[in-house]
T-cell receptor, first 116, second 114 residues
Framework: GAGVSQSPRYKVAKRGQDVALRCDPI?????LFWYQQALGQGPEFLTY????????KSGLPSDRFFAERPEGSVSTLKIQRTQQEDSAVYLC??????????????FGPGTRLTVL | AQSVAQPEDQVNVAEGNPLTVKCTYS??????LFWYVQYPNRGLQFLLK??????LVKGSYGFEAEFNKSQTSFHLKKPSALVSDSALYFC????????????FGKGTSLLVTP
């Protein structure tokens, strides 16, 4: 069985461009998370979906960040008008159940975004 | 405020020796605690977790961790290190009733030398 996949693996954007990052969770996983990992830091939570519902978006750093999961499977993280401080690795994770706090999350390989 | 701390940026250990990677947390109540490992160009892999019960938790690849409530610590241990254990290790906490996100430490780079 495939794990969590993310595409593209690497993305270079010029400042001001819009980018879209895709996450394919493990099939059947209810919960989906996005994290941002800056260089030399641990991942920081961005947003959480349970099926298609976005239950927590408290970690999104600005209104330039938008995430969706319209059919409760694939998710897209969109960043508008990218800025240099958006450069980071964006990690997606999924979990088989919802609304439990002790289940581990399964992470994808991440998308490394570099904004020039 | 940071709710989990990994005080060591790097840990060096010789192959065959025991290893410890430290983690302390600063949340109230009974948190859920996790350890993940990250290899270069790969996603985080789950190692083990503490929910409740026995303070010594056993996980993947021979790793274990000891939960100490009085010291608010959750150190990762392995009796005999392998060169292949060299990687970046992250401790994470989910405070009770806090929602669904994991709060990660900065990470500790483990280097096991032959």
């Amino acid at each position: 069985g495939a794990g969590v996949s993310q595409s593209p693996r690497y993305k270079v954007a010029k400042r001001g461009q819009d980018v879209a990052l895709r996450c394919d969770p493990i099939s059947g996983h209810v919960s989906l998370f996005w994290y941002q990992q800056a260089l030399g830091q641990g991942p920081e939570f961005l947003t959480y979906f349970q099926n298609e519902a976005q239950l927590d978006k408290s970690g999104l750093p600005s209104d330039r960040f938008f995430a969706e999961r319209p059919e409760g499977s694939v998710s897209t993280l969109k960043i508008q008008r990218t800025q240099q401080e958006d450069s980071a690795v964006y990690l997606c994770a999924s979990s088989p159940v919802g609304q439990t706090q002790y289940n581990e999350q399964f992470f994808g390989p991440g998308t490394r975004l570099t904004v020039l | 405020a940071q709710s989990v701390a990994q005080p060591e940026d790097q840990v060096n250990v010789a192959e065959g020796n025991p290893l410890t990677v430290k983690c302390t947390y600063s949340v109230s109540g009974n948190p859920y605690l996790f350890w993940y490992v990250q290899y270069p160009n790969r996603g985080l892999q789950f190692l083990l977790k503490y929910i409740t019960g026995d303070n010594l938790v056993k996980g993947s690849y021979g790793f274990e961790a000891e939960f100490n409530k009085s010291q608010t610590s959750f150190h990762l241990k392995k009796p005999s290190a392998l060169v292949s254990d060299s990687a970046l290790y992250f401790c994470a906490v989910r405070p009770p009733g806090s929602g669904y996100a994991l709060n990660f430490g900065k990470g500790t780079s483990l280097l096991v030398t032959p």
